[in-house]
């Protein structure tokens, strides 16, 4: 008995030295076979006052879901807690364990491991199949997490970045990344005005004057958010939203422009098919092998297509000009040249002179997105990776869940207690 005790303690990893295992068979529940463990409880002292003088009283069975490495094959542990009374100090007590909470069937092992698979892009259904438990085990496992992130109001990052993303009932939640590190610094359910400034103003006058940046595209009340409450941070437009303005600004107008003319003509033909060439850098264009298209049934490289496009309007050709030079400038960083386009006075589309005119009104900002290294780039990114974790769960009807995997999934888990997480039930 004491052989096949200890072999089956390091086949399960139970260290606990009050547990004795007398055997085991295999059991088909609900259509698959289980392997099921007989164990005892031993209780070897009064747990109040010490005695070693004890009357015992029956046993309380509890099966207990243990995870196993063969998830086709689920072990359960038939636990007999022995019940006992004092006679010393006359109180009645069950025998207790490491291995499992009290009043509880789910095993502090598969909770943990319910907890490691939960920082992986995986659905809560295939968690709870692989470890033999309930999908509401699993969400009590994360719900269980959602107060333990701790929250700092002493310290803000030196350069932050702003944005936001669509969550539950696609309403769009605010989100702040650390500009340096690329961590999250909070998520918030709303991205209102209101909720920000009051989200921000719980930080010490120190930890908001330590911020020097702030990256975020054009949202106008970003910047009245930023100016309120870091009177020390330059705002950043981020670089890849101008292009965008831009670009989309000429795409708009090439399609008018496209439109005056009869759809069977060679300049609808050159401005219609090949429309993603207009979009790309003149420099990266094929200016050496040129190719049939039977759109405008010619033989031409993609600069001489681009070219005799742009030739059928001043207008055209003028912007295509512009931003051309525009995403030059931006990345080169010329911030003096980046001036001069946007106010150039070039005849240009009614849209595109619209989004001249924004980064007009921006311009200390835009400057500062051309000048300084700092961008949305890893906000994208992250944010990115939640409509992943939400795709995994076909969404998401509870805002605390779907910030607890967030963050799960990021490894920014801290635990306020050591063994917290495994007072789930």
Known sequence: MSSLNHCIKFDLDVKDENIVFKDYFYKSIKLQKHK???????????PFCGSLDLLHNGHLITN???????????????????????RDCDRRSMAQSELVNKYCSISNASKLKVLSALTEDRSMTSIARENNVSINTVQRVLGNCSHRFIDSYEYLPAHLAFDEFKGVDRQLHFICLDGDNHQVVQILRTRYKKT???????????????????????????????????????????RFHMIQMLTRSFNSLRVQVMKTFDKRSRQYQLLKSPWKLYLKKFDELEKVHPRYNWHYKDCLTQAQVVTEGINTSTTLENSYNLMQSFIQAVETGDAHELKSLINCQDQIG?????TLLTFKHNLKAVLNGAELPYSNGCLEGFNRKIKQIERTAFGYSNFTNLLTRIRLEENLYKEKEPNSLLMVD
């Open 196 to 238: 920000l400034l009051k989200y921000f103003g719980r930080f010490s006058p120190q930890a908001r004057a330590n911020v020097k940046t702030v990256t975020m595209d054009l949202n106008f009340y970003y910047q009245d958010i930023v100016r309120a409450c870091f009177p020390n941070a330059q705002i950043v437009i981020d």
């Open 36 to 46: 099921i463990y007989k164990a005892e409880l031993i209780q070897p002292a009064c």
């Open 350 to 354: 009614t849209l595109m002179h619209k």
């Open 64 to 86: 207990i879901h243990y995870p196993t490495a063969n998830a086709s094959l689920p072990v359960i542990i038939r636990l007999a807690k022995q019940r006992v009374k004092c």
